[in-house]
């Protein structure tokens, strides 16, 4: 199996990914220009040289005149001083009367294939070179001659390609400086810009491999979303490993004295001969294995509850379900009888069903083992919030337990009736779902349950 190299594997960065694709705009913006400049140059050098033709053309239209029933024809020389300007062009002309001969100049120097107008500027080709040219129509209107004179001015394109190379090389040597300038400001603009993210890099590579504290650097707006998910999750991983941290020493801790004292009592039963202590040692041994079982049901427990609060899809849930499948699984394994008391219409909140059910079995384990028959379950609908709630007849929680609540092994140690982590797993579900953990003591007993945001339907 092949394997990427390190560059390759951790992608390319994001000031390379931008450095090539402002190269790739500039260029194309460079080359595009260009297009614009040449053809800007050729138009130019066009227009000044159409002039002069157009010029030279009106100057000897100017000099056609009718005498005794004549067209006659007086070139004048500043018409071709003027095209001289052009030194390396030549110049030809055609002038045609109106008989349609051709009075004087080159009879075959060619007119514009289109005679749509009088006047045209056209390109053709004569004696094997490019010329342009300039056809001008005169109207005579004497009472001895009438009818029109064409005056055709040419003249080779050497110059005026010359003229628009020059000035096509002039605009692109600017755009190109002003390319490279513009190249090496957006490099540098983008250095100042990415300067954010190499101090979060910093930042970052700076720490303890164990410190999770949120990231503080100084950012623009668009870093500081980054730095914030970086801080939410390493929020999140902290949470996981806490949580993690907790159970493996409340697991270390508080397993290891009761499998002492199970084996202890072992050796003891394998040494005892009377059959009445032998039995004593049984029921302890039994005891003990009840307790160590519950406190491993709810050390696993608590951690399904910490891995799914990260985990775990919030959904809808109707909350008098939940009551009624904690009810039935915690009557499952107990013989007293739990009453169920449900609104008749459906209690909506947003949360996790498996957390809250374990919630419920807990405190409903609790009011089982250390209430007073009857065990109720109910759920009630409030101004702005459900609350399920474990009622019994028994004095409650003692007073000076009661600020501590939800705290882990609050109670008095690990026997068969308590393991001491059934409230600290109700706290940490009431965490993750925004709830509150709450409790009442009066005249009918003792109550404990969740209040929980509800969700109008």
């Given at each position: 199996m092949s394997t990427l190299a390190p560059e390759t594997a951790r992608g390319q960065s994001i000031a390379y990914r931008l450095g090539v694709a402002m190269v790739l705009i500039l260029v194309m913006v460079v080359l595009a220009s260009i297009v614009a400049a040449t053809r800007f140059g050729q138009t130019a050098s066009d227009e000044t040289f159409d002039r002069l033709l157009r010029g030279a053309a009106l100057q000897i239209a100017e000099r056609i005149s009718v005498n005794d029933g004549r067209v006659v024809v007086d070139l004048p020389v500043s018409a071709f001083e003027l095209l001289s300007l052009a030194r390396s062009d030549r110049v030809f002309y055609r002038i045609i009367g109106p008989d349609g001969q051709t009075m004087t100049g080159y009879e075959d120097l060619p007119l514009p294939r289109s005679n749509a107008g009088a006047d045209a500027i056209y390109d053709a080709r004569y004696k094997n070179t490019g010329i342009r040219a300039v056809k001008l129509t005169r109207l005579l209107a004497e009472r001895s001659m009438s009818g029109q004179v064409i005056i055709v001015v040419a003249q080779t394109t050497r110059e005026r390609a010359a003229l628009a190379g020059s000035i096509a090389t002039n605009a692109v040597l600017i755009i190109a400086a002003a390319g490279v300038l513009l190249l090496f400001l957006a490099l540098l603009v983008l250095r100042v810009a990415l300067k954010p993210l190499a101090r979060v890099e910093r930042a970052i590579l700076a720490r303890e491999a164990n410190d999770l504290s949120p990231i503080d650097v100084p950012a623009p707006q668009e870093v500081a979303v980054l730095v914030a998910a970086i801080n939410r999750f390493m929020g999140r991983l902290e949470?996981?490993?806490?949580?993690?941290?907790?159970?493996?020493?409340?697991?270390?801790?508080?397993?290891?004295?009761?499998?002492?004292?199970?084996?202890?009592?072992?050796?003891?039963?394998?040494?005892?001969?009377?059959?009445?202590?032998?039995?004593?040692?049984?029921?302890?041994?039994?005891?003990?294995?009840?307790?160590?079982?519950?406190?491993?049901?709810?050390?696993?427990?608590r951690a399904l509850i910490a891995h799914r609060a990260d985990t775990a899809l919030r959904e809808r849930i109707d909350l008098r379900r939940v009551a009624l499948e904690a009810e039935r699984e915690t009557r499952a394994v107990s013989d007293q009888a739990i009453n169920v008391d449900l609104p008749d219409e459906e209690v909506w909140v947003e949360g996790d069903a498996v957390s809250l059910r374990e919630a419920v079995k807990n405190l409903l384990n609790n009011a089982v083992r250390h209430g007073a028959a009857p065990v109720r379950v109910q759920v009630e609908r409030r101004e702005h919030h459900a609350a399920i709630m474990v009622c019994d007849r028994g004095s409650g929680i003692p007073e000076a337990l009661a600020a501590r609540i939800g705290e882990r092994f609050t109670s008095d140690g690990i026997s068969p009736d308590s393991a001491g982590l059934g409230l600290s797993i109700v706290a940490s579900v009431a965490a993750m779902h925004g709830a509150r953990l709450v409790h009442r003591k009066d005249a009918e007993g003792f109550a404990i349950g969740l209040e929980i945001p509800m969700i109008r339907s």
């Amino acid at each position: 199996m092949s394997t990427l190299a390190p560059e390759t594997a951790r992608g390319q960065s994001i000031a390379y990914r931008l450095g090539v694709a402002m190269v790739l705009i500039l260029v194309m913006v460079v080359l595009a220009s260009i297009v614009a400049a040449t053809r800007f140059g050729q138009t130019a050098s066009d227009e000044t040289f159409d002039r002069l033709l157009r010029g030279a053309a009106l100057q000897i239209a100017e000099r056609i005149s009718v005498n005794d029933g004549r067209v006659v024809v007086d070139l004048p020389v500043s018409a071709f001083e003027l095209l001289s300007l052009a030194r390396s062009d030549r110049v030809f002309y055609r002038i045609i009367g109106p008989d349609g001969q051709t009075m004087t100049g080159y009879e075959d120097l060619p007119l514009p294939r289109s005679n749509a107008g009088a006047d045209a500027i056209y390109d053709a080709r004569y004696k094997n070179t490019g010329i342009r040219a300039v056809k001008l129509t005169r109207l005579l209107a004497e009472r001895s001659m009438s009818g029109q004179v064409i005056i055709v001015v040419a003249q080779t394109t050497r110059e005026r390609a010359a003229l628009a190379g020059s000035i096509a090389t002039n605009a692109v040597l600017i755009i190109a400086a002003a390319g490279v300038l513009l190249l090496f400001l957006a490099l540098l603009v983008l250095r100042v810009a990415l300067k954010p993210l190499a101090r979060v890099e910093r930042a970052i590579l700076a720490r303890e491999a164990n410190d999770l504290s949120p990231i503080d650097v100084p950012a623009p707006q668009e870093v500081a979303v980054l730095v914030a998910a970086i801080n939410r999750f390493m929020g999140r991983l902290e949470n996981r490993i806490e949580a993690m941290q907790n159970f493996v020493a409340d697991a270390a801790h508080q397993i290891r004295t009761p499998i002492t004292a199970l084996r202890a009592q072992a050796q003891l039963a394998l040494e005892e001969k009377d059959p009445e202590r032998l039995e004593r040692l049984h029921r302890r041994l039994y005891a003990r294995s009840v307790g160590l079982g519950r406190l491993a049901d709810q050390l696993l427990s608590r951690a399904l509850i910490a891995h799914r609060a990260d985990t775990a899809l919030r959904e809808r849930i109707d909350l008098r379900r939940v009551a009624l499948e904690a009810e039935r699984e915690t009557r499952a394994v107990s013989d007293q009888a739990i009453n169920v008391d449900l609104p008749d219409e459906e209690v909506w909140v947003e949360g996790d069903a498996v957390s809250l059910r374990e919630a419920v079995k807990n405190l409903l384990n609790n009011a089982v083992r250390h209430g007073a028959a009857p065990v109720r379950v109910q759920v009630e609908r409030r101004e702005h919030h459900a609350a399920i709630m474990v009622c019994d007849r028994g004095s409650g929680i003692p007073e000076a337990l009661a600020a501590r609540i939800g705290e882990r092994f609050t109670s008095d140690g690990i026997s068969p009736d308590s393991a001491g982590l059934g409230l600290s797993i109700v706290a940490s579900v009431a965490a993750m779902h925004g709830a509150r953990l709450v409790h009442r003591k009066d005249a009918e007993g003792f109550a404990i349950g969740l209040e929980i945001p509800m969700i109008r339907s």
